[in-house]
C-alpha cells in the first residue's frame, strides 16, 4: 500500500468525489475537504476511515484552511498531492437581471482567493516531498464560451497553475492544470446547458488526474483539457 497523501479540495462532490475513489483504489490515503460535512463523512466513511480523513473547510477562509493543513499533518504526518479542485457558478451576467455584489464576490473568494490560499498554504510540505499540484481550470478558462464572472476566474486559474510552476521550477514540484468541459456534477445546477450538449462524467476526470499523478517523477503533465466527444467550445 502507498503511505502517500492526497488531499482534495471540493470532496464532497463530483470531481472531488470522484477523485477521491480514485486515490484511494491506487493506494492513496485522501482528505477530503469542502464545506458539506454530512457528504464528508458519507464518503469518509465509504472509503474507510484508515484511508480517509473528512474535514470541514471553507477555501475562502484562509484560517479555515490553515486548519486543513494541521489537521492533515496531525493525522497523516506529510502531503504529497494536493487537488485545488473548489469551485462554484451561480451565472451572474455582466449586463442585465439582478444585481448580486455577494455572489460576484463569493464566486472570485472560492475559485480565485481560495485556490491561491490553497496553494500558499500547501506548497511547503509538498516541497519536502516531490509533491504534486493539481488545480481544477476551465475550457472557458481558455475560450470565452459563457458570459459571466466565472469564466474570468478560470481564466485566472489559467494564469495561476502557469505562475506557480514558473515558481517552483528546480523544487522537483509538479504542476498540472485540468481543464474540463461539460461534466455532469451539481455545478450546473446554478446554470444552463448548452443545447443538445453532450456530458462527462466525473469519473473521467477523475481518470485523467491520477493519470498525471502516477506519472514517474521526473514526468510533469502540464495541461488536461477535456471535452466530451462534440464540444467545440
Not at 484511494?24 to 457528504?39: C, P, W
Not at 484511508?51 to 493543513?69: F, G, H, K, P, R
Amino acid at each position: 500500500m502507498n503511505s502517500k497523501v492526497f488531499v482534495i479540495t471540493g470532496a464532497s462532490t463530483g470531481i472531488g468525489e470522484s477523485t477521491a475513489r480514485r486515490a484511494v483504489e491506487s493506494g492513496f490515503n485522501v482528505v477530503l475537504a469542502a464545506r458539506s460535512t454530512d457528504k464528508l463523512e458519507r464518503l469518509r466513511d465509504e472509503l474507510g476511515h484508515d484511508s480517509a480523513l473528512a474535514i470541514t473547510c471553507d477555501v475562502a477562509n484562509w484560517e479555515s484552511q490553515q486548519m486543513m493543513v494541521q489537521q492533515t499533518l496531525q493525522h497523516f504526518g506529510r502531503i504529497d498531492v494536493v487537488f485545488a479542485n473548489a469551485g462554484f457558478s451561480k451565472g451572474s451576467t455582466f449586463y442585465g437581471g439582478e444585481d448580486k455584489p455577494d455572489e460576484w464576490k463569493e464566486m472570485v473568494m472560492v475559485n480565485v482567493f481560495g485556490a491561491a490560499v490553497t496553494a500558499r498554504l500547501t506548497l511547503p510540505e509538498l516541497v519536502k516531498y516531490g509533491g504534486h499540484f493539481l488545480i481544477t481550470g476551465s475550457v472557458v478558462g481558455r475560450v470565452t464560451s459563457i458570459r459571466n464572472l466565472y469564466s474570468a476566474t478560470k481564466w485566472a486559474v489559467t494564469g495561476m497553475a502557469q505562475a506557480i510552476r514558473n515558481e517552483m521550477v528546480g523544487t522537483g514540484i509538479r504542476v498540472t492544470l485540468v481543464e474540463p468541459g461539460i461534466v455532469d456534477t451539481p455545478f450546473w445546477d446554478h446554470l444552463q446547458k448548452p443545447d443538445d450538449a453532450k456530458e462527462l462524467q466525473p469519473d473521467d476526470i477523475a481518470r485523467a488526474v491520477m493519470f498525471a499523478v502516477l506519472q514517474p517523477p521526473h514526468v510533469d503533465v502540464n495541461d488536461i483539457l477535456i471535452r466530451p466527444t462534440g464540444q467545440t467550445h
